[in-house]
């Protein structure tokens, strides 16, 4: 069965950095695009970032933009996420999912808590 | 900027039907999913490409899409059904969420 487990997740201070990783089992890793999506506590659900199979195309949202980086190892079926200049407005469960291939997320991790507060 | 707007709440007794819009600003031709997230739980997909159900979704869930408004409609709603539900389109290089609906069953 498809499992996605993140881990990485903690309390770091405005301005400081965080890798979040995401392993990655039961599908072939390397077929399918993967996201990064995240949720404020009590809030609704924010797309971050989205990687190719390949690592070929990345894209992010605007309000992660030049500060986040997706990343991925295919040899490791692993799915990454470098946070540099954190805020406190990044505090969120951070949530990774696979692409179905057609339209939609078809299967999410657990989700990891990061909490950026001095 | 490309924003999908939902109700905040739906109320709906058991048995009954429940109707969650959302309601695109540059709707083209973006497929619309929705997804259930129950307190405490990863979100799941219930409805892909505007109106399929993944295997293991329950009938009664279904999806339409007309103009610029999808609907995610629960027939027969359930007290297991209560939860938030978001939709979510998908432009060149950009997944956007709706804001999200809370489904009250009582």
């Known amino acids: 069965q498809v499992q996605l487990v993140e881990s990485g997740g903690g309390v770091v201070q405005p301005g400081r950095s965080l890798r979040l990783s995401c392993a990655a089992s039961?599908?072939?890793?390397?077929?399918?695009?993967m996201h990064w999506v995240r949720q404020a506590p009590g809030k609704g659900l924010e797309w971050v970032t989205v990687?190719?199979?390949?690592?070929?195309?990345?894209y992010y949202a605007d309000s992660v933009m030049g500060r986040f980086t997706i990343s991925r190892d295919n040899s490791r079926d692993t799915l990454y996420l470098q946070m540099n200049t954190l805020r406190p407005e990044d505090t969120a469960v951070y949530y990774c999912?696979?692409?179905?291939?057609?339209?939609?997320?078809?299967?999410w991790g657990q989700g990891v808590l990061v909490t950026v507060s001095s | 900027s490309y924003e999908l707007t939902q109700p905040p709440s739906v109320s709906v007794s058991p048995g009954q039907t429940a109707s969650i819009s959302c309601s695109g600003d540059?709707?083209?031709?973006?497929?619309v999913c929705w997804y259930q997230q129950k307190p405490g739980q990863s979100p799941v997909l219930v409805i892909y490409?505007?109106?399929k159900r993944p295997s293991g979704i329950p009938e009664r869930f279904s999806g339409s899409k007309s103009g610029n408004t999808a609907t995610l409609t629960i027939s027969g709603t359930q007290t297991m059904d209560e939860a938030d539900y978001y939709c979510?389109?998908?432009?060149?290089?950009?997944?956007?969420f709706g804001s999200g609906t809370k489904v009250t069953v009582l």
């Open positions: 039961g599908f072939i890793f390397s077929d399918y695009s």
């Open positions: 540059k709707w083209g031709d973006e497929f």
């Open positions: 979510q389109a998908w432009g060149t290089g950009l997944w956007v």
């Open positions: 490409q505007d109106t």
């Open positions: 999912s696979k692409d179905s291939g057609v339209s939609g997320m078809d299967y």
């Open positions: 990687i190719a199979s390949d690592g070929s195309n990345k």
